[in-house]
């Protein structure tokens, strides 16, 4: 008999891995997961981080598409496959790659297969400032800055200008180059067999946020701005859909390969995409007045705002403002940190070097190494604070908030004799936090109304020392959201809306929404203290 029931999927394409989530759209319950890490990657291939140099293989990502979808659905009964009605996919971003004239990245192409400049660039990468700093010039210098609504500053981690970096670096594929293509729009793309550049539906989120696009002047850049930029550039505005789509529309339906492929019904729709940090905030519940901090390896800290609240307001300094981004109807801002995590694998990285180096036991090793973390702050918090401590800056990626300069670097201060690893530890989980008292300060200097700071990721769940942490010195109540996997929870969301399932995003949120968990409350003896390390921050990271 057939199932009445109906079955969302939602898939969040990390920066390690792909995770998927199936949902009963009719109780919220997650009936069955399934995580997939990307093979190439995990072996180290296509990067450089002496460079700054992250770029992963497309196949990574088919790859682990159909391990994810497929091990999910044999968890579940004959009846689950039968009653999926929709996917909604998340992506990490801006995550561009250059494509032929058919919309396949170019990696995928036999004569591109190991060319990293062929490949997905990273959110992470970092190896376009210069074509970042030739955007900024030309954009103030224009009859129109495009700046306007990504904070006056384009960052070297969006989509223009990595394009650039390797269409400069590399003549070997500019004759097969004839667009770009962010992750979050290829992979709806790819299912739904619209792949063609110039009527792939692609993401508001993405667009407005990474790419420059814009209602007021008609869309992504001229091109005659591209062309004045680098004639590289030419031809490639005409070859982009300027008409961009909120997450809660149907992208289309699965081509009948991919429905073979995974084992779904011929019907299941596709919403447009999301970049993963949107989706977490919609899986986390956003709402006006609310900042979701998606806390992994960097933060993405999202607001959203009603237009009447928003008025003609321009924030200076952020990663955008747009129209749709996150709830539809709404303005989305996002800001956040290139690195949070990431600030505390380093420093795991660099004491466990030695060990890796000397002990040919693999096994120990990473035994050992994943103890490091939580040793750490488990003699990190026993250390009192005082005005005396060791003060830290937490720009070892760069600054991405407020106002993004991927060419500043991280501090650690007042080092002596006698510091030792978990005062330096403590430290860097003080840098990560201010970096967040900034962003907060930052955005409500400009009049963005925030009543409760939510966080979600895996540190905001296994790290109560840094999450008691955070709140102390944001000075405000932080609130970890319940449910497990934001990301996969808003890109299902998505799904069910685009299905029509729901009516709005903010339905389904209810529908399907997990709460709250746990609440941290700032310490005032902490709190106190805290302030005045902040103002040292502040004065060692000289901001404006």
């Known amino acids: 008999m057939k199932t009445t029931e109906k079955f969302v999927i939602g898939i969040d394409y990390g920066t390690d891995s792909c995770r998927a989530i199936i949902v009963n759209a009719d109780t919220g319950v997650e009936v069955a997961t399934a995580v997939s890490y990307y093979r190439r990657w995990a072996e180290g291939k296509y990067c450089n981080p002496v460079m700054n140099q992250y770029r992963q293989h497309p196949q990574d990502y088919i790859d682990s598409l159909l391990h994810v979808v497929k091990t999910a659905l044999s968890k579940c009964s004959e009846a689950v496959a039968e009653g999926i009605r929709a996917i909604g996919i998340d992506t990490t971003g801006s995550t561009p790659c250059l494509v032929n004239r058919k919309g396949i990245p170019l990696a995928l192409m036999p004569e591109h297969s190991e060319n990293p400049n062929a490949m997905f660039i990273l959110w992470k990468d970092h190896t376009a400032i210069n074509e970042a700093n030739d955007i900024n010039k030309l954009a103030h210098s224009w009859n129109v800055d495009y700046t306007a609504y990504s904070g006056g500053i384009y960052s070297s981690e969006w989509f223009w200008a990595k394009a650039l970096h390797v269409l400069r670096r590399d003549d070997s594929i500019r004759k097969d180059a ?43 850049p001229s ?21 961009t789509y909120t997450n809660d529309v149907n992208a289309g339906t699965i081509t009948r390969e991919w429905t073979t492929k995974l084992g779904l019904p011929l019907n299941t729709i596709i919403s447009v995409g999301i970049i993963d940090a949107h989706s977490g905030a919609i899986g986390a519940e956003i709402k006006a007045g609310s900042m979701v901090k998606i806390i992994g390896t960097s933060t993405c800290d999202i607001v959203v705002s009603s237009k009447s609240a928003m008025k003609d307001k321009f924030i200076s300094g952020i990663s955008g403002q747009v129209d749709g981004s996150v709830i539809p109807d709404m303005i989305g801002i996002e800001a956040g940190q290139s690195a949070f995590g990431d600030v505390y694998a380093w420093f795991r990285d660099i004491l466990s070097w030695t060990l890796i180096e000397f002990i040919d036991n693999k096994t120990l090793n990473e ?33 991405r908030s407020p106002f993004a300069d991927q060419t500043l670097k991280g501090v650690i201060s007042g080092l002596t004799l006698g510091t030792t690893p978990p005062s330096i530890f403590k430290s860097l989980v003080e840098a990560t936090a201010f970096g967040s008292k900034a962003i907060l300060e930052h955005l409500q200097k400009e009049g963005v109304k925030i009543s409760e700071v939510i966080a979600v990721g895996g540190i905001s769940k296994k790290s109560p020392y840094v999450m008691q942490t955070l709140s102390d010195i944001m000075g405000v109540p932080i609130k970890v959201a319940a449910v497990d996997q934001a990301g996969a929870l808003g890109a299902a969301m998505c799904a069910a809306t685009a299905a029509g399932l729901f009516p709005s995003i903010t339905e389904t949120q209810i529908k399907l929404g997990k709460g709250v968990m746990q609440i941290y409350y700032p310490i005032k003896i902490n709190k106190n203290i805290y302030a005045n390390l902040y103002t040292r921050y502040i004065k060692l990271g000289s901001f404006k």
């Not at 750490?376 to 918090?381: D, M």
Request: net charge negative; with cysteine.
């Open 178 to 220: 004839y667009s770009i293509i962010e992750h979050c729009d290829w992979m709806p793309a790819l299912l739904t067999g619209n792949m063609k550049p110039e009527s792939v539906k692609r993401s508001r989120c993405a667009a407005g946020h990474k790419c420059l696009w814009n209602e007021q002047w008609g869309g992504y």
């Open 223 to 243: 091109q005659e701005f591209l062309s004045n930029l680098d004639p590289l550039f030419d031809g490639f505005g005409n070859h982009l859909n300027n008409e």
């Open 367 to 399: 035994s050992i190494i994943d103890k490091i973390i939580p040793f750490l702050s488990e003699k990190a918090q026993s250390i009192a604070t005082d005005e005396t401590s060791l003060v830290s800056i937490d720009w070892l990626n760069g600054r």
